[in-house]
């Protein structure tokens, strides 16, 4: 059995759902061959990649591989590595009748800024041979030399309606059978982030064919553990040692980064027993602490900071 | 008493990993020779001096060289030391450690003190030394023979440590003691140091890892939490020559056993606030904002308490860095994992750590085979974890 979020992924703009007037727009480029560097900005799951993947085999066909060079800003780390992969890859010439090879560089959000001053400079030694797909979260975090140089589409996340062609695509498919409101749920748990749904469902159907809410609510319940509210109730009634140390602990098994666990604090915040005015005070710490985050060295310091304010 | 002075080795059979050294160490006791043992820390220079003394029946006479600052001082010492037969009549080794650390003007004449001391001595005399090339004790090499001790092999180690647990009674998995072994680089001494502190943390045992610096580190960190005014706790950590980054996993460990509510959250902001200024420093380069990083976690903290507490507070040294190490270790092949999937599946393998594997596990759980190119090891580890 192959992994959904793979097997249906789209390979021609036909079948992307969502981001109309971004897939008929590139779609028009693809034509005439001719494009000019490309940003794309937004949530995950809203199809950058897949439309950066349809791009490449639309104008290259079979031998889309040999000229469409994919990496990764935060696994291919530092700009060195990145410049001698390009470098290479780009020095070789086109080995088709359209008279460019593409780089698609996903997450440059994380790329540091001398690391995006470097990619600048790339970036023109390269333009005759090449050109880049940038894609990114927030477009924000990218210096506007960068930006200037590129031609930016700003993706949205996915409506109920994408979702629901989505879903029901993959039913027919793989002979699931929908009952009612599963599609809402599907859509209520992704945040149109199509990649969640396409998980939850294939993880659900492991379980069953017969695919309903309930099964889809405790599905995400499973993914994920309610551990960090418990870490904060524990916080709450004063044993703060121990909610500073399950929170560490929780961090390292989980892999994850000071601010996922911001993100997941903020969200838990509404469904503890506090008075309002605390709540929002929690709420305004978060912020505080997430600006100093991105400017400190130490990201448990800061998560302890702001665990040590839950204290009653 | 630290595991290191509990476990010190008292028989020649329980020092691991230095069996030529320790013959060659041998004989020359035997043959009153004097002998510079050298090489890492921890290897069991003095250690092996101990236990020879200790199955053998002689005295260990322990002089450190750092004591004796000068050739007057040497030469009244040693001569007492060496000539004396003791009237009992046990026979004794003269360990002198760290015969390296003789230094600057002071001990001018020094080593040659020693060098014609030794020559009358009726015991064998025995030198540790981390570098024993060095130039001021030249005079004494010549007349020494050089014993050298290997850093110590990881599995050795690994072996002592798990005889510690075993006779103390604690559990454990042999993953950490590997961990921590090889960790160690061939330092048995401070892989029995993270041994203890990192069962105390695991387990809640009392007990304090044994550090060059945690003297030190101890009572910078009495003065900050119970000083009463702020200025006198200013500069003693600019002017003590303790890692910073070490001293910060300690205030950090400790300040929640010593602050409570309202003056908790106050300590945890300095802190924070120092770790900003701390994260420019590292960004820009521009030092100088140390010295807001000191204040803050010096003076800030003071500050931050309302009322002092008197009374002893035994402080741990955090394990956070030494966990997350081995967490990483264990998280090895996760990230093979998500780096294979990846690449399949055009994601970066943080994300795939953080939005697909926890889907994975589930799919591979309900024994539903899934073609992703995982090897049965990976495909058993997402069924496990």
Do not use: F, M, T
């Given at each position: 059995m192959e992994i959904w979020i793979e097997k249906y992924r789209p390979s021609t703009f036909a079948e992307i759902r969502g981001q109309k007037n971004i897939v008929e727009r590139i779609e028009a480029m693809t034509t005439q061959k001719s494009m000019p560097h490309l940003m794309f900005a937004g949530?995950?799951?809203?199809g950058k990649s897949t439309i950066a993947l349809v791009i490449a085999r639309t104008l290259f066909g079979e031998k889309w591989r040999e000229n469409f060079l994919e990496l990764n800003a935060s696994d291919d780390r530092g700009i060195d590595i990145v410049r001698n992969t390009i470098k290479n890859f780009a020095r070789l010439k086109s080995?088709?009748?359209?008279p460019f090879k593409i780089i698609f560089l996903d997450e440059c959000d994380s790329l540091t800024k001398d690391a995006q001053q470097a990619l600048r400079r790339t970036m023109e030694n390269f333009t005759k041979s090449t050109r880049f797909i940038l894609s990114c979260n927030f477009s924000s975090k990218l210096i506007e030399p960068i930006k200037s140089r590129c031609a930016v589409f700003r993706f949205t996340a996915l409506e109920e309606n994408d979702v629901k062609e989505i879903v029901e695509h993959i039913a027919k498919n793989e002979k699931l059978k929908i009952s009612d409101g599963t599609i809402k749920a599907l859509f209520d748990i992704s945040d149109g982030d199509c990649r969640k749904v396409e998980n939850a469902l294939q993880s659900c159907a492991s379980i069953s064919n017969k695919i309903t809410p309930e099964l889809i609510y405790d599905m995400v319940a499973a993914v994920n553990p309610i551990e960090i509210k418990n870490i904060l109730e524990i916080a709450i009634k004063g044993d703060f040692v121990r909610a500073r140390d399950l929170l560490f602990d929780v961090r390292l098994k989980r892999g994850l980064n000071g601010l996922d666990i911001i993100k997941q604090i903020q969200k838990e915040i509404w469904n503890l027993k506090l008075d309002d005015k605390k709540k929002i005070r929690l709420i305004d710490k978060c912020g505080e602490i997430e600006f100093r985050l991105v400017e400190g060295s130490d990201e448990h310091i800061q998560l302890e900071t702001l665990l040590v304010n839950f204290i009653e | 008493m630290s595991w290191n002075e509990k476990f010190r080795p008292n028989r020649i059979r329980e020092i691991v990993g230095q069996d030529n050294a320790i013959v060659a160490l041998k004989e020359c006791i035997m043959q009153r020779k004097p002998a510079i043992l050298h090489g890492p820390t921890g290897t069991g220079k003095t250690s092996s001096v101990y236990a020879i003394a200790h199955e053998y029946g002689y005295d260990l006479v322990e002089v450190n060289a750092?004591?004796?600052?000068?050739k007057k001082n040497m030469d009244g010492f040693m001569k007492n030391a060496l000539m004396q037969e003791s009237l009992i009549s046990k026979n004794k080794i003269i360990l002198i450690d760290e015969?390296?650390?003789?230094?600057?003007?002071?001990?001018?004449g020094g080593a040659s003190a020693i060098v014609s001391a030794i020559k009358e001595s009726n015991f064998p005399v025995v030198f540790t030394a981390n570098?024993?090339?060095?130039?001021?004790i030249r005079s004494l090499r010549t007349k020494s023979k050089l014993i050298e001790y290997k850093k110590v092999h990881y599995l050795e180690i690994q072996k002592k440590l798990k005889y510690i647990l075993d006779s103390l009674g604690i559990e454990y998995t042999e993953d950490v003691l590997k961990t921590i072994a090889l960790r160690s680089g061939g330092d048995v001494r401070g892989a029995i140091n993270d041994l203890e502190v990192l069962s105390s943390n695991f387990d809640h045992l009392e007990g304090i890892g044994e550090r060059e610096n945690t003297e030190t580190i101890f009572n910078i960190l009495k003065l900050v939490f119970?000083?009463?005014?702020?200025k006198n706790v200013l500069g003693i950590l600019m002017n003590s020559d303790i890692n910073l980054d070490e001293f910060w996993l300690w205030l950090d460990e400790n300040l929640p056993r010593e602050y409570r509510g309202k003056d908790l959250i106050e300590a945890y902001d300095k802190l924070s606030r120092a770790d900003v200024f701390y994260g420019r420093i590292r960004k820009w380069q521009y030092w100088r904002y140390l010295v807001y990083v000191d204040a803050l976690l010096t003076a800030g903290v003071t500050a931050s308490k309302g009322k002092k507490e008197a009374g002893f507070v035994s402080y741990k040294r955090g394990g956070r860095i030494l966990k997350m190490w081995i967490m990483n270790r264990k998280n090895a092949m996760r990230k093979e994992i998500s780096k294979k999937l990846a690449k399949k599946i055009h994601m970066s393998s943080g994300r795939v750590t953080k939005e697909v594997l926890p889907y994975l596990r589930i799919i591979v759980k309900n024994k539903k085979g899934i073609d992703v190119g995982l090897t049965k090891d990976e495909v058993n580890y997402l069924n496990e974890n």
């Open positions: 949530p995950s799951g809203v080995i088709s009748n359209v | 750092s004591d004796i600052r000068n015969i390296d650390s003789l230094s600057g003007v002071k001990d001018r570098n024993p090339y060095e130039s001021k119970k000083s009463n005014e702020a």
